[in-house]
Antibody
Framework: EVQLVESGGGLVQPGRSLRLSCTASGFTFGDYAMSWFRQAPGKGLEWVGFIRSKAYGGTTGYAASVKGRFTISRDDSKSIAYLQMNSLKTEDTAVHYC?????????????WGQGTLVTVSS | DIVMTQTPLSSPVTLGQPASISCRSSQSLVHSDGNTYLSWLQQRPGQPPRLLIYKISNRFSGVPDRFSGSGAGTDFTLKITRVEAEDVGVYYCMQVTQFPWTFGQGTKVDIK
């Protein structure tokens, strides 16, 4: 079964850092791009960033709201994608989801993990 | 940024009846490669999003055929032919044609 499990969320003070992990199973992790999205409480979905597979350079892209503060990386040997979040702000409070994709010329995203809640508050 | 506008924002539907959601983008979603990267996602209460449709009209694996997508350019539609109880949730359109990737506000579908 293809599965993604996020971990690392929690309560953190403004200005501090947190690292989220997305552990994959059931597929060849290194063959796929991986993306992060988030959803503030009671709000809609927002793209955070993504990382291409090593075959496509492993390059990254980020939303303007997190660029310079967040970094996405991957460890293909462990099938884990990471979201390093620095200089956290209260507006970063959200459930953070990882997903496989965008995939190939179809640009689909599947599956989505269950998400991990990050709460930024003093 | 491309702004995605969904209508309606709320859609109470009778079981067995159809539902339709519109999604309009502020600019064309046709990519330079000729593809249109418009997807539809479903989010059931308390669940993560789930992919339904990609590239306007392609149903993802395991998605019931009562779901269909159509449209072109800047106007897109998700249709449910006969709403079932398990279809209750929020539906989002999403574009990945241009960075930053953006979503519609979401349309809440519930049962009358």
């Amino acid at each position: 079964e293809v599965q993604l499990v996020e971990s690392g969320g929690g309560l953190v003070q403004p200005g501090r850092s947190l690292r989220l992990s997305c552990t994959a199973s059931g597929f060849t992790f290194g063959d796929y791009a991986m993306s992060w999205f988030r959803q503030a409480p009671g709000k809609g979905l927002e793209w955070v960033g993504f990382i291409r597979s090593k075959a496509y350079g492993g390059t990254t892209g980020y939303a303007a709201s997190v660029k310079g503060r967040f970094t996405i990386s991957r460890d293909d040997s462990k099938s884990i994608a990471y979201l390093q979040m620095n200089s956290l702000k209260t507006e970063d409070t959200a459930v953070h989801y990882c997903t496989r994709g965008p995939y190939g010329g179809a640009a689909w995203f599947d599956p989505w993990g269950q998400g991990t809640l990050v709460t930024v508050s003093s | 940024d491309i702004v995605m506008t969904q209508t309606p924002l709320s859609s109470p539907v009778t079981l067995g009846q159809p539902a339709s959601i519109s999604c309009r983008s502020s600019q064309s979603l046709v990519h330079s490669d000729g593809n249109t990267y418009l997807s539809w996602l479903q989010q059931r209460p308390g669940q993560p999003p789930r992919l339904l449709i990609y590239k306007i009209s392609n149903r993802f694996s395991g998605v019931p055929d009562r779901f269909s997508g159509s449209g072109a350019g800047t106007d897109f539609t998700l249709k449910i032919t006969r709403v079932e109880a398990e279809d209750v949730g929020v539906y989002y359109c999403m574009q990945v044609t241009q960075f930053p990737w953006t979503f519609g506000q979401g349309t809440k579908v519930d049962i009358k």
